[in-house]
């Protein structure tokens, strides 16, 4: 039976059979026996390659950070997770050199990043926040609400989002603005260059 730790984009734990190209974790989320038992726990929120340095983990250990999976980088940015400064070195460098072209100034540091993403995402504990913007101003590897399903903007194009992948499904992009799930410190900084590894379904799609 699949354990309830597959993020979706607006960074709710479902159970899925489908697996993920990412995995990362929010904090140590299980209680004394082994039961999901909060939504997160500290503001550090990483997405991390499933192999690195050949190291395991056993899953699942209460005490210990939770492991979630993403079904790609777009999908646990959107979530509200960054890329992380270890087992993603590069790319979180890249994130950051994005995240200071949008914002000016200099290099963040984790805690900066951690501290405007964690404001930007949630509006009280386990409650996600959103904002409205013109469809047509978003960068490539937003995730968008319409209908109320997830939706990336991926090469001009709105791809629907699924736990196994995308799918190329008709839809009436709204006139006005629509509702935006990635976090607006994210997006600016996707504007800003940064590229996010998408599922292949993506390519496919």
Known sequence: MPRQNRVTPYGELIAV??????????????????RLARYSRGQAWAICVLSFK?????QWRPG????????????GLAAGHRPCGECRYQDYQAFKRAWAGSAGG?????PEIDARLHAARLAAPGV???????????????MVDIGGAPWLVHDGRLLAWTPGGYQARPVEAPDGPV???????????LAAGYRPVLHPSALAA
Do not use: C, K, M, S
Request: charged share 25%; glycine share 14%.
């Open 54 to 58: 050949g190291r395991r983990r056993q």
């Open 179 to 189: 509702t935006v799930i990635t976090p607006q410190p994210t997006v600016a900084a």
């Open 106 to 110: 200099g290099l963040p540091g984790a």
């Open 17 to 34: 059979p489908d697996r993920g190209t990412f995995w990362g974790n929010r904090g140590a989320l299980l209680d004394r026996e082994g």
């Open 128 to 142: 996600r926040r959103t904002y409205q913007a013109p469809l047509a101003g978003l960068p490539a590897g937003t």
């Open 64 to 75: 210990r950070l939770t492991e979630l999976y993403f079904l790609d980088e777009a999908t």
